[in-house]
């Protein structure tokens, strides 16, 4: 399939996703992007996803994989005007970062309605404690000043960073995580040391399902600003397991969107915590690039 051939489709799964949400969808918002990062597009992975509190989407967010043997898709979104680059740590922490460790895929992130925000490093093979990244010049103080908080609750190995220029916030993706960080004393003494509700009921038992979480720091204040809990992608999707009931035009584009590859898709779920309440973010993997094929496959146990 040629870049342009990519892009086409990709951009018309985007905007038949956003017909079904409802969201108002911009070719001439869209394929900039698309076709700027095109060159490994006809093997990237896509997820499409939503965020939700139980009422209809206002905006459909696209993560898209880029090689990591490629141009540096920070200097790429300057470049081409997708952000601007401000005088301020969050412009030097992915350098920063490939400095010190090898990433495996990146990813760019965006909304149709909010446009380009963020990319992650994807290092997966080489994870980093919360010491190791803490030492790095331009991360967010609030990381060290958490430390402590990180260790009595297992969260160490540090595998993906996602930086949102736009927010100026970055997410740091914990892996491995041992059975003790799901334990349900464990997942409500974390939430209520963040000043959050503790988990209850069916958002209790679905943070007890984590395989990964993420935290959202900023360079503000030394507040965490989410927590996120994420149980496995998984092909049995079943919207009376979740904790937040879903809107029927985005049960509807979950269930419905096709991906590229066989059988059903998997779909990811992730239950997060702010202060501004309780919310889920959803969707289908559309289409999978080697790294996450391989990823699915080590946390499902399904083929992809």
């Known amino acids: 399939m040629s870049g342009a051939t990519a892009v086409e489709d990709v951009y018309a799964t985007i905007e038949e996703s956003a017909q079904l949400l409802g969201v108002p969808c911009s070719r001439e918002k869209i394929r900039p992007i698309l076709t700027t990062y095109g060159n490994g597009l006809a093997e990237a992975g896509m997820v499409l996803s939503v965020a939700t509190n139980s009422g209809p989407a206002e905006d459909l967010d696209y993560t898209i994989t880029v090689p990591a043997q490629g141009p540096d898709p920070y200097a790429t979104a300057l470049a081409n005007g997708f952000v601007t680059a401000p005088e301020h740590p969050v412009a030097d922490l992915l350098d920063d970062l490939t400095s010190r460790v090898p990433v495996s895929e990146y990813f760019i992130d965006g909304g149709i309605v909010s446009g380009f925000s963020k990319v992650y490093a994807h290092f997966p093979d080489n994870m980093l404690s919360v010491e190791q990244l803490a030492?790095?010049?331009?991360?967010?103080?609030?990381?060290?000043?958490?430390?402590?908080?990180?260790?009595?609750?297992?969260?160490?190995?540090?595998?993906?960073?996602?930086?949102?220029?736009?927010?100026?916030?970055?997410?740091?993706?914990?892996?491995?995580?041992?059975?003790?960080?799901?334990?349900?004393?464990?997942?409500?003494?974390?939430?209520?040391?963040?000043?959050?509700p503790e988990p209850q009921g069916k958002s209790l038992e679905f943070a007890q399902r984590s395989f990964r979480s993420y935290v959202t720091l900023g360079w503000q204040s030394s507040r965490i600003e989410k927590i996120c809990y994420a149980p496995p992608p998984t092909r049995d999707f079943d919207p009376t397991a979740l904790p937040i009931p879903l809107d029927p035009q985005i049960e509807k584009f979950v269930q419905t969107t096709p991906c590229t590859y066989s059988g059903r898709p998997f779909i990811i779920a992730a239950l997060k915590w702010s202060s501004t309440g309780q919310h889920l973010n959803l969707g289908p993997y559309i289409r999978l690039s080697p790294l996450l094929r391989n990823l699915l496959h080590e946390v499902s146990g399904e083929k992809a």
Request: glycine share 4%; aromatic share 8%.
């Open 135 to 196: 030492d790095i010049s331009s991360m967010p103080p609030s990381l060290a000043d958490n430390a402590d908080l990180f260790a009595r609750h297992h969260l160490d190995n540090v595998a993906m960073m996602g930086i949102n220029y736009r927010s100026r916030t970055v997410n740091l993706y914990f892996a491995q995580l041992p059975d003790a960080f799901r334990e349900e004393g464990n997942i409500r003494s974390l939430n209520r040391e963040l000043g959050l």
